[in-house]
């Protein structure tokens, strides 16, 4: 945690991950909310009505008629080049797959936020890590990547959601803050990032040149569009998108590492399942097992060269999850058959122990 | 009196609106859309708002809208324009934004968005063009299609037990409090056109008194959909098309 932060003392703060985005997007000059109502994340949206934000910053907060307007409304404020964010759980982010499609087709920056509960179907509101391949493997049509981050504590829902927007800016696409119910839900203390205030017209202008804010004499139209009649302007436009992924998979991959000098057994786990881990690997280490836990923090671009650097070392990996095993097949594509990978997870809005870890990681590995 | 006297600015009698560019249409002869399109062309010329103007393409036949109207554009996914503007006119109140979509896009996949938009009282224009068909997709039916009438989905006439009823949403909007003017309008005749014309006006000059949406529907022709001639579909929309869904305002406050 940033020791700057820790000695602005008077900044500190308890409250859910929820609220924690709440204050984070109105505090980095973010211009318009627009969501619906879901649990496990309905906290987002009923903290800013709270705080009231289009009196201060004159941030817009508008509760949309459905998950489907609203990404299409954060399409709207977005092509304006407008900071605009929405944030649902599981079902409502299905929802949102045609927008979040559109927008990485039309090249624009968003963020989204995604506090995971159990599926499928209307599922469970007990959290959840199942929306892993939606998420990092496209969830729309077409073929698209998604800048996904992945918080593990209510100081990185705040974190993350302002670096969020950063990314999304940097290039031109739809960004989400991938959580879930224990991280939305759970209070935990706080810092809150400084106020910036959001760009001026002329700002905008400098930062997004592309943005729809009215056509003047010195520029032609500019135009938000993912359409491409001509196959051969269509595949130029996934070549313009793939080199750019190619870029985010180069230069903005991100990981933790915990006790994993002297691994001889790595666990591989996200979000609260990595805080879970982590009293895992001390449990083992209690046992006489040397256990590391290496946790991404961006899920895509996934951390593929650490992954294949300790392939090297270790004897084994275990991918814990929230789910029937998603990330286990990433991290296998990683490790390319060097080490044996193994699941372990509950599902459903199952949180595992760290109990239950240990023991997998004796009777899937150590045996 | 040769070509170059005919184009000499000092005979000009009529010219293309600067707003308009020299992109060659792709909608069909007898097509209401061309019209609506100059009409929004002029008028934005007229009101001097080009830099201040911002629309919304749909899904349909009109997607291309973009290509034809130096403006600032966002195409929308099918039916989702009103959210789009929704958040275009929030951010940016001082500027003009409007919709412009078919009547598949608005009242068939779009309704809720519609609906929401209109009772929200968003300060914006939509542009409905009314032509009872599936243009761009080849003449399928739409919500909006008549009782008896052929699409390539209901070959034999669009039959009530099996196909529901004709979807007259205007009408529907025209009760929500959040609309100010709402009102059916064609492009068939010159007085049509001019009185449609003023309609757009009217919706856009509405858009920034914080009066509510304002929504112009035009009952418009499908030469191709409908198979038939661009003189043939204009009157058989009089005969058709009217008594279903009559010229005038529904609403102006």
């Not at chain 1, 990683?334 to 997870?345: D, H, I, L, R, S």
């Not at chain 2, 003017?181 to 009185?195: E, F, L, N």
Request: proline share 6%; net charge negative.
């Amino acid at each position: 945690m940033n020791t700057d932060k820790k000695q602005n003392k008077e900044e500190v703060r308890l409250m859910k991950g929820n609220e924690a985005v709440a204050h984070a997007a109105i505090r980095c000059g973010c211009d318009g909310y627009f969501g619906y109502p879901i649990t496990p994340q309905s906290e987002i949206m009923e903290t800013l009505m709270e705080l009231e934000p289009w009196n201060t910053t004159g941030m817009v907060v508008l509760q949309a008629e459905s998950e489907t307007a609203s990404i299409n409304m954060v399409y709207g404020a977005a092509g304006c080049g407008k900071k605009a964010m929405t944030s649902s759980s599981s079902p409502g982010i299905s929802l949102m797959q045609e927008g979040i499609s559109y927008m990485a087709g039309a090249e624009l920056p968003c963020v989204i936020v995604n506090v995971m509960r159990g599926g499928p179907g209307l599922g469970t509101i007990q959290p959840s890590q199942a929306d892993y391949f939606q998420t990092v493997k496209g969830g729309g049509h077409g073929d698209y990547k998604m800048i996904t981050l992945a918080p593990a504590s209510v100081q990185e829902m705040a974190d993350y959601t302002v670096m969020a927007f950063d990314l999304a800016f940097k290039y031109r696409t739809p960004t989400m803050v991938l959580a879930d119910g224990v991280i939305g839900q759970m209070m935990e203390k706080v810092v809150l990032p400084p106020f910036q205030p959001r760009w001026t017209e002329e700002e905008i202008k400098q930062n997004a040149p592309w943005a729809t804010l009215g056509k003047t004499p010195d520029r032609k139209p500019n135009i938000i569009n993912s359409l491409r009649m001509d196959a051969n302007d269509m595949e130029e436009l996934n070549i313009l998108l793939q080199s750019r992924y190619r870029e985010i998979e180069k230069k903005e991959v991100l990981f933790e590492e915990f006790d994993c000098d002297d691994a001889e057994y790595l666990i591989v786990a996200f979000g609260i399942s990595a805080r879970i881990c982590q009293k895992a690997v001390k449990l083992a280490k209690k046992e006489g097992i040397k256990a590391g836990l290496l946790r991404p923090i961006t899920l895509y671009p996934f951390p593929i060269e650490v992954l294949k650097k300790y392939a090297e070392k270790v004897k084994g990996m275990l991918s814990v999850e929230m789910n029937a095993g998603q990330m286990v097949e990433d991290v296998r594509l990683a490790v390319n058959g060097k080490v044996p990978v193994e699941y372990f997870g509950r599902m459903g809005g199952i949180v595992p122990t760290p109990d239950e870890v240990v023991e997998a990681l004796k009777n899937k590995l150590i045996k | 009196m040769n070509i170059s006297e005919i184009i000499n600015p000092a005979n000009l009698v009529f010219d293309k609106p600067k707003v308009m560019n020299d992109t060659p249409m792709h909608y069909c002869p007898g097509c209401s859309h061309g019209v609506v399109h100059k009409l929004i062309s002029e008028i934005i010329e007229e009101m001097d708002i080009q830099d201040k103007t911002i629309g919304i393409a749909p899904v349909g036949c009109a997607v291309f809208a973009y290509q034809y109207l130096d403006i600032d554009w966002q195409q929308a996914a099918h039916g989702r324009a009103p959210a789009l503007a929704t958040a275009v006119k929030r951010l940016l109140p001082d500027r003009y934004v409007f919709t412009y979509q078919g009547d598949g896009d608005l009242a068939s996949i779009g309704t809720a968005e519609t609906i929401h938009a209109c009772n929200r009282g968003e300060n914006i224009a939509i542009i409905f063009i009314n032509n009872g068909i599936y243009g761009m997709t080849g003449g399928q039916m739409a919500p909006t299609t008549l009782k008896g009438m052929k699409s390539s989905t209901s070959p034999n006439g669009r039959d009530i037990p099996r196909n529901g009823n004709p979807f007259n949403i205007t009408n529907l909007l025209a009760q929500l409090e959040g609309t100010c003017y709402v009102t059916r309008q064609a492009v068939h005749t010159v007085a049509s056109v001019r009185k449609c014309k003023k309609a757009i006006q009217k919706a856009l000059e509405n858009s920034m008194l914080n009066k509510g949406t304002s929504i112009v529907e035009v009952v418009s022709t499908c030469s191709s959909g409908w198979k038939m001639t661009p003189a043939e579909s204009n009157n058989w929309m009089v005969d058709n098309m009217f008594p279903e869904y009559p010229m005038g305002d529904l609403k102006n406050i």
